[in-house]
């Protein structure tokens, strides 16, 4: 049942398995607070069977929205669709969802086949049957033989998949995860971040994973949805957001950004403070300032003075930090155009052409005009 390649957008014709329509969430005044708008008029649908995360800083609405989709908390105004059906003021356990939160909430005195099992008893499921799934549940999240074990004697990433196979046994057709990995330290979140995907595509079920982490959005998501003070400012695979960010905002949260200011020419060309034209991948009207965002990654480092192919732009600069991590050398380059440092980030291992530079050399810095993105703001 593994799914091939993921899926880059709603299929025109089917119906998405979460829909938000202009969704707000006010929280009324309180003796401390003013009125807080924790979501904005949000928009946003999330195609069946897709890894989807919900991508922000820590208060800008993660929880809110997925505690709307999951019925802890009503729309203050908007709509909230599954799979078609309008939500209303459905409880929790009316929706064909469950949660996984950060903090397990694992009952302590109940086993692990009693923790999973827990949904079933509430949904009067026959005995035989609950058995049956509450054993597949667990054998999904590879905890086998672990059944009569207490919370309190497992790992926190055990707990983690008690929580998930709870979650999990009631079959919902959308399951919802807020930082599920967040109390995990570093490498049992990168060895989850893997099985959850992995697991996900076995099951095909819809995922929402709230995130704050953007390697973890950007490393297990189809596409994800960047949120910025209650509002989404993009949606899209992990390639377009972080190759092509729309804003600032987005740029900067998502990885290392340089950001350069130009004036548009036309619409494929901007001109750098020193008056150096070069291409973009999408324009401005002519004489309007814009920024610009190139990735680190996409820029290449050679020799001051060396000739440069058509179909590459460069500036000249000069080398003036190195940091060197192992599988990649940063430089920080002092562009000839002006402006901020530049960072550039080259790879090590297997581009055998990268030449270590050494600190006050000149350098040519060149990239690909498609890999220079015009911001909106
Ligand atoms: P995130 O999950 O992205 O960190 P939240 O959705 O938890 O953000 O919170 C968004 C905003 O709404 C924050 O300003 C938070 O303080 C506020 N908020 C969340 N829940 C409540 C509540 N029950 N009452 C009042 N304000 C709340
Ligand atoms: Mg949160």
């Known amino acids: 049942m593994h799914r091939g390649a993921p899926r880059l957008s709603a299929t025109a014709g089917t119906v998405p398995a979460v829909s938000l329509r202009r969704v707000t969430k006010r929280f009324p005044e309180t003796r401390l607070d003013d009125e807080v708008v924790a979501v904005d008029e949000l928009d946003l649908d999330v195609t069946d069977g897709e890894f989807f995360a919900l991508l922000g800083p820590s208060g800008c609405g993660k929880t809110t929205t997925l505690r709307m989709v999951a019925g802890f908390e009503f729309p203050t105004e908007g709509s909230v669709h599954i799979h078609g059906t309008e939500m209303g003021r459905r409880p929790p356990d009316r929706r064909p969802v469950n949660t996984v939160f950060q903090s397990y909430a694992l009952f302590p005195h109940m086993t692990v086949a009693e923790n999973v099992a827990f949904g079933l008893r509430m949904r009067d499921v026959a005995r035989d049957e609950a058995r049956r799934r509450v054993a597949e549940a667990i054998e999904l999240v590879q905890l086998r033989g672990r059944d009569g074990a207490m919370p309190g004697d497992l790992s926190g990433g055990q707990q983690q998949r008690v929580a998930l196979a709870r979650a999990l046994v009631n079959r919902p057709k959308v399951l919802l995860l807020d930082e599920p990995l ?196």
Not at 339 to 357: F, I, K, M, Q, S
Request: charged share 25%.
């Open 182 to 377: 967040g109390a995990l330290d570093l490498r049992l979140r990168e060895a989850m971040q893997v099985e959850l995907k992995q697991l996900q595509a076995l099951l095909g079920i819809t995922f929402v994973h709230v995130t704050h982490d953007q390697e973890e959005a950007l490393a297990m998501s189809d596409r994800l949805a960047v949120m910025d003070a209650g509002r989404l400012v993009q949606v899209g695979t992990p390639a377009e957001v972080y190759e092509r960010p729309r804003t600032r905002f987005v740029a900067e949260f998502l990885g290392d950004a340089n950001l350069l200011t130009a004036e548009a020419v036309d619409a494929e060309r901007v001109r750098l403070p020193d008056g150096t034209v070069v291409r973009i991948a999408s324009g401005r009207s002519a004489g309007a300032a814009v920024h610009l965002s190139l990735r680190p990654e996409q820029l290449d480092l050679v020799a001051a003075g060396t000739p440069v192919e058509p179909h590459l732009d460069a500036v000249e600069g000069t080398v003036a930090r190195i940091g060197y991590f192992g599988s990649a050398i940063e430089y920080d380059v002092a562009l000839d155009t002006g402006g901020p440092e530049v960072l550039v980030t080259a790879r090590l291992g297997n581009a055998r052409g990268v030449v270590a530079r050494t600190v006050g050399e000149r350098v040519r810095m060149r990239w690909t005009p498609d890999s220079v993105t015009v911001l909106e703001d």
